[in-house]
């Protein structure tokens, strides 16, 4: 199971104390890393779903993967929706610099209850990872299907595997340092879930869920991300990111010996930084399930 726990942020219904450029910044960043493997994705669902009119990104973030889709169903309408309007703002950006802008646009609001403001029903809705910031997954998806038009689609990108970016052993500290993240990263992701307004325990059987919201499931998939070592500055650049927002999270959760390993990693001075090391990589998989609407 992999959660992404750098995008974690920007679904929560918080927003007051998130540095929104940053957090833009990061979440553009990964996305934009990731496009060969949502191209590989999209590329999949445009069997599934021949020439929809309305796509629906759901918990789009700054619009990296919305804009993917317009270019991707050259016929589409796509409509970004996100809890954060300066996110938003950013997708619109993206949309007009791409020049796409004459058949995209944005709605504001908290997921799923802000899709009742869409004005037709979606013929493909997308949920990447947004999914899992609701309390009750069933019944978030089962509005997802409510505005699904009949024969529409709906895609779900939840689960996968841990990224991961470094061999098992680095010849510092102990080895094995991205599976002990690994375990702390499903705690924190438990809690996360446990502390969602309306939280449910609800077993991750995504076909099953999306059945009983009386959807047809029609496939899943899993799509690699494979930048081998030595991988590029910009891959860098992010792996840092995420490891620095490890470390500041789990601090004090962490062994003494990996955050100090973690501290080292993240030194650009350091030769056995990622910043600097030549085993560096990124390696993902990310996992696609789909359903149609047919009643």
Same mark, same amino acid.
């Given at each position: ?26 979440? @553009? ?55 954060? @309007? ?99 990263? @499903? ?81 650009? @001075? ?26």
């Amino acid at each position: 199971m992999a959660h992404d726990h750098e995008t974690h942020g920007h679904h929560h219904h918080d927003h007051t104390d998130i540095d929104w450029s940053r957090m833009a910044e990061h979440l @553009e960043t990964q996305a934009e890393l990731f496009t060969p493997l949502y191209e590989r994705a999209l590329a999949w669902l445009g069997h599934k779903q021949t020439e929809p009119g309305l796509i629906v990104d759901a918990g789009s973030g700054p619009g990296v993967l919305s804009c993917l889709l317009a270019d991707a169903f050259p016929g589409a309408r796509v409509v970004a929706v996100d809890g954060a @309007e300066p996110l938003l703002e950013r997708a619109q950006a993206r949309a007009e610099r791409l020049g796409v802008a004459d058949r995209f646009g944005t709605l504001a609001g908290e997921l799923p209850g802000v899709l009742d403001d869409l004005d037709y029903p979606a013929d493909l809705l997308w949920a990447s990872r947004s999914l899992h910031h609701l309390g009750d997954q069933r019944s978030g998806i089962a509005a997802f299907a409510a505005r699904l038009a009949r024969g529409g689609t709906l895609a779900l990108m939840e689960g996968g595997l841990p990224a991961r970016f470094l061999p098992r052993d680095i010849g510092i500290g102990r080895p094995g340092l991205q599976a002990r993240l690994d375990a702390l990263e @499903e705690e924190w992701f438990a809690t996360m879930r446990a502390d969602l307004p309306d939280s449910v325990a609800e077993a991750e059987d995504w076909p099953a869920l999306m059945a009983s919201a009386g959807l047809r499931h029609t496939g899943t998939r899993s799509f690699m991300l494979d930048l081998p070592a030595p991988t590029t500055d910009r891959a860098r650049a992010y792996i840092a990111a995420s490891l620095g927002r490890l470390r500041d999270v789990f601090a004090e959760r962490l062994d003494p010996d990996d955050r100090e390993t973690l501290d080292r990693l993240l030194d650009p @001075e350091d030769a056995a930084s990622v910043h600097r090391r030549a085993d560096t990589f990124l390696l993902a998989v990310h996992t696609v399930h789909t359903a149609v609407r047919t009643g």
